[in-house]
């Protein structure tokens, strides 16, 4: 679990990793990969689809500001099999955690003011009395900046003990960042391949915890589960499944979904498409 909070010394939350991201209701374990990367995208200009959205801290009530994408703005062009939208001219994924720049708290807006007393005394004190203030004044967000931004929402569901589906969510969002600039690499660059190793392994690293999180999550929490419903929640376990070549888990929650009684046609017609790729992927090995 190291690897995934790899960076925050500079925060001075180095001391945030270690021991289990995930409460194992069964002891249960399981694991995760990604798709096909995608061709690199034209440049625009990401200012453009941008604003500067107004917050307030529910920990220290700082007032501040924070990127955030206009609605409509941007086209959704995909939708990779694990449900990340791919669209075509900014990286919406790469804002979606809100960062409060004087304290140190952030998580996903889903969750940013769902804080009882508890956990916003726990998050003042293991984070943002370790925190060190990062200015960051650039007019849109590079993807080290995300990825720091995902770490300390990561750190903060640790701290204020979140739910496994929570903290699966973050790993999944984190690893749709990573393969965002995957996507966004230039392959004339020297270093490509190397960058590109190097994200490859750091997105199936998040995938797998990703996966073993909302496998928990299954077990033990109510529906909605990180806003989402019993089959929609299997098929994103099969497809996490399907990415990181765990074949009996991807097999097994498909054939949960395709036999369904409660499933919808859509859900299902998804399962399909993981089933031939299931198919495909097990026939060649």
């Not at 009530?61 to 994408?69: G, H, I, L, P, Y």
């Not at 804080?115 to 960051?136: G, T």
């Not at 300390?152 to 690893?175: D, F, G, P, R, W």
């Not at 392994?201 to 990703?210: G, S, V, Y």
Request: some cysteine; proline content about 3%.
């Amino acid at each position: 679990m190291a690897g995934i909070f790899s960076g925050l010394e500079k925060l001075g939350l180095g001391n945030i990793g270690g021991g289990d991201l995930f409460e194992d209701p069964k002891k249960k374990e399981t694991v995760v990969k990604k798709e096909e990367p995608k061709k690199k995208l034209a440049l625009v200009n990401e200012e453009d689809y941008l604003f500067d959205k107004k917050y307030k801290c529910p920990v220290c009530e700082s007032e501040f500001e924070a990127k955030t994408v206009r609605t409509g703005k941007v086209r959704m062009k995909a939708v990779d099999i694990d449900l990340r939208p791919d669209y075509s001219e900014v990286d919406q994924n790469k804002y979606d955690v809100i960062g409060c720049p004087e304290c140190g708290y952030a998580a996903l807006g889903r969750y940013f003011t769902t804080l009882n007393k508890y956990q916003i005394e726990d998050i003042r004190i293991k984070i943002c009395m370790n925190y060190r203030k990062i200015v960051y004044k650039e007019p849109t967000y590079s993807y080290e900046h995300a990825k720091s931004l995902y770490q300390l929402a990561l750190a903060n569901a640790v701290v204020k003990k979140a739910k496994n589906s929570e903290k699966a969510y973050i790993c999944m969002k984190t690893a749709w960042v990573v393969r965002g600039e995957t996507q966004r690499l230039d392959e004339s660059d020297p270093d490509y391949e190397t960058k590109k190793k190097e994200n490859d392994e750091q997105e199936k690293e998040l995938l797998t915890n990703a996966l073993n999180g909302f496998v928990m999550a299954r077990q033990s929490e109510e529906f909605p589960i990180a806003g989402m419903d019993s089959t929609t929640l299997d098929y994103l376990i099969a497809a996490l499944a399907m990415e990181t070549d765990q074949f009996d888990v991807a097999s097994k929650m498909i054939s949960e979904i395709l036999t369904s009684r409660v499933a919808n046609s859509r859900i299902k017609d998804k399962a399909r498409v993981l089933k031939d790729m299931l198919t495909e992927k097990t026939g060649e090995q």
